[in-house]
C-alpha cells in the first residue's frame, strides 16, 4: 500500500530565506507526482505536476524535483514571503490513475 | 482551463438530518471522482473513489451506507451524508479525473452538524 511522508511537519523561516519540503513514497510505480498548497479553511491549490518521466518542474519561485527510483521529491521555495505561509500536500498517483494519495502536509509559516 | 465545482462551500445542518454534497466537472469529463475528508490539521484521506455508471469503491473504515456517493453522470458525483451526526463535521473535497489522467479538485465542503 502506498504511503506518502513529508517531513518536516512544520517549518517557521524568516521572510527570505530559500528552503526546501521533503516527501517520500514507499512504492515507485507511480503515474505523477503533485504537489499543492492549502490555505487554512480553503480548498487546494495545484502547485506543480511532475510525470513520472520527469525529473523536475519549476513555477516562478517554485521548483519541484523528483527522484523516483528512491521514492523522493522535493519542493523548493526561492526567497520565502510571507504569503508564501501555508500547508504545503505532496501527493502521489498510482499508475492506473486509480488513487491519489497525500502525505500529512508541511506547515509553513515565513515571517516579515 | 478545467474547473471542478462543489457545492455547497459551507453548510451547517441537524443532528440526524442527511446532507448532499454536488461536485461536477464544469468542461471536461471525468472518468473518475475522488471523495476525500479532511479532520482539522490532518492530511487528506481518501474516502471513496467512483467511476461513472458503476458503485464507489470505498476505503477501509469508511461506511459505505453513512456516505453514500453516486456518480450518475460524467460530470456529476454527489456525496451524501446520511443521519449526520457532529463527529461527521469536517471538509469534504471532491477531486475528478479527466481523460488524460490529470487530476482536479474542488473548493471543498465545510460540514458542521449541529
Known amino acids: 500500500k502506498q504511503e506518502v511522508t513529508q517531513i518536516p511537519a512544520a517549518l517557521s523561516v524568516p521572510e527570505g530565506e530559500n528552503l526546501v519540503l521533503n516527501c517520500s513514497f514507499t512504492?515507485?510505480?507511480?503515474?505523477?507526482l503533485q504537489w499543492f498548497r492549502q490555505d487554512p479553511g480553503k480548498g487546494l491549490t495545484s502547485l506543480l505536476l511532475?510525470?513520472?518521466?520527469?525529473r523536475e518542474q519549476t513555477s516562478g519561485r517554485l521548483n519541484a524535483s523528483l527522484d523516483k527510483s528512491s521514492g523522493r521529491s522535493t519542493l523548493y521555495i526561492a526567497a520565502s514571503q510571507p504569503g508564501d505561509s501555508a500547508t504545503y500536500l505532496c501527493?502521489?498517483?498510482?499508475?492506473?490513475?486509480?488513487?491519489?494519495?497525500f502525505g500529512k502536509g508541511t506547515t509553513l509559516s515565513v515571517s516579515s | 482551463g478545467a474547473v471542478v465545482s462543489q457545492h455547497p462551500s459551507w453548510v451547517i445542518c441537524k443532528s440526524g438530518t442527511s446532507v448532499k454534497i454536488e461536485c461536477r466537472s464544469l468542461?471536461?469529463?471525468?472518468?473518475?471522482m475522488f471523495w476525500y475528508r479532511q479532520f482539522p490539521k490532518q492530511s487528506l484521506m481518501l474516502m471513496a473513489t467512483?467511476?461513472?455508471?458503476?458503485?464507489?469503491?470505498?476505503e477501509q473504515g469508511v461506511e459505505k451506507d453513512k456516505f453514500l456517493i453516486n456518480h450518475a453522470s460524467l460530470t456529476l458525483s454527489t456525496l451524501t451524508v446520511t443521519s449526520a451526526h457532529p463527529e461527521d463535521s469536517s471538509f469534504y473535497i471532491c477531486?475528478?479525473?479527466?481523460?488524460?489522467?490529470?487530476?482536479?479538485f474542488g473548493e471543498g465542503s465545510w460540514l458542521t452538524v449541529v
Open positions: 477531486s475528478a479525473r479527466s481523460r488524460g489522467n490529470t487530476i482536479y
Open positions: 512504492d515507485s510505480a507511480i503515474y505523477n
Open positions: 511532475i510525470q513520472s518521466s520527469q
Open positions: 501527493a502521489v498517483l498510482n499508475q492506473a490513475g486509480t488513487a491519489l494519495i
Open positions: 468542461d471536461f469529463q471525468a472518468t473518475t
Open positions: 467512483s467511476n461513472e455508471g458503476s458503485k464507489a469503491t470505498y
